[in-house]
Nanobody, 119 residues
Framework: QVQLQESGPGLVKPSQTLSLTCTVS??????????WSWIRQPPGKGLEWMGA???????NYSPSLESRISISRDTSKNQVTLPPNSVTPEDTAEYYCARGDSVVPRSSWGQGTQVTVSS
């Protein structure tokens, strides 16, 4: 059974960089046909899909975030990452990673990690 565990810094100051990691256990992130998404939920708002990386390494981003984020992976550690990126208070949110495929886009979720951007 797949398990996903997000980790991050918790509190970040504006203009500092945010880096998040999703550690996957139970299945290799290179196993077809799965893809691995990052999703966030700001306080009081709905879920926002940020982007995904496929089992073969292909990447798709939300058009609204494409210029600000990148998604990467470390297959030796079975991790999917959001590499360091400068943040603003609007990036305050609960961040989730999820596994999906073409039939069910996001069927398995991690518990999430809270990120607060504040001075």
């Amino acid at each position: 059974q797949v398990q996903l565990q997000e980790s991050g810094p918790g509190l970040v100051k504006p203009s500092q960089t945010l880096s998040l990691t999703c550690t996957v256990s139970g299945v290799p992130i290179t196993r077809r046909p799965y893809d691995w998404s990052w999703i966030r939920q700001p306080p009081g708002k709905g879920l926002e899909w940020m982007g995904a990386i496929g089992y073969e390494g292909s990447i798709n981003y939300s058009p609204s975030l494409e210029s600000r984020i990148s998604i990467s992976r470390d297959t030796s550690k079975n991790q999917v990452t959001l590499p360091p990126n400068s943040v603003t208070p609007e990036d305050t949110a609960e961040y989730y990673c999820a596994r999906g495929d073409s039939v069910v886009p996001r069927s398995s979720w991690g518990q999430g990690t809270q990120v607060t951007v504040s001075s």
